[in-house]
């Protein structure tokens, strides 16, 4: 079946350095989405793409559609400490609504 | 609006018993799935409906049974648990399947 493959899985870094974490696929997606996850809670949209080559920002995110439709990489500028959680990107291949999400990357940041 | 809503929160059950986790939305999406979420294999799809009606499986569907017969609710019912059910499951919902799903807050079950 489909596979998402996610890295790094984990990440410790300090605060005010800047993040960069990809998934990549064997399976073209027509969207790919970014989410993240707190302790004890559901996964919240970050970012979503829609278009190879795409490159998308949130505040100190950035994410890009790769231009194979097969990757995606989320970037996170100058982190602070409520960055920290689990990152997760997801891939959909067609208009069925069948969302597939990769491992995830635990981020940790030292004040 | 109330987003997308899981009951119960958390929930012990005995090998062997049935149980149906509920999830209801009041966004009028018409996307809905079910994920379960273990440690370190990130969310991995159980079950999922493009409309009233409509289901398909997912990457997981074995023991598990869905059915959609309004637009606002997805129920997920376990025929009968096993330890290897004992997960922390997440209900989600988009309004077009281009746009990006809203999670659930979570089903914490715990299997004995």
């Known amino acids: 079946g489909q596979q998402l493959n996610q890295s790094p899985q984990s990440m410790f870094i300090q605060e005010g350095e800047d993040v960069s974490m990809n998934c990549t696929s064997s399976?073209?997606?027509?969207?790919w989405l970014w989410y993240k996850q707190d302790p004890g809670e559901g996964p919240v949209l970050l970012i979503a793409l829609y278009k190879a080559g795409e490159l998308t920002s949130n505040g100190r995110l950035t994410a890009q559609f790769g231009i194979t439709r097969k990757d995606s990489f989320l970037n996170i500028s100058a982190s602070i400490p409520s960055d920290v959680g689990i990152y997760f990107c997801a891939g959909r291949t067609s208009n069925t609504g069948k969302l597939i999400f990769g491992q995830g990357t635990t981020l940790q940041v030292k004040p | 609006n109330a987003g997308v809503t899981q009951t119960p929160k958390f929930q012990v059950l005995k090998t062997g018993q049935s149980m149906t986790l509920q999830c209801a939305q009041d966004m009028n999406h018409e996307y809905m799935s079910w994920y379960r979420q273990d440690p370190g294999m990130g969310l991995r799809l159980i079950h999922y409906s493009v409309g009233a009606g409509i289901t398909d499986q997912g990457e997981v569907p074995n023991g598990y049974n869905v059915s959609r017969s309004t637009t606002e609710d997805f129920p997920l019912r376990l025929l009968s648990a096993a330890p290897s059910q004992t997960s922390v499951y997440f209900c989600a919902s988009s309004y077009q399947g281009t746009q990006g799903y809203t999670f659930g807050s979570g089903t914490r079950l715990t299997v004995v």
């Open positions: 399976s073209i997606f027509n969207t």
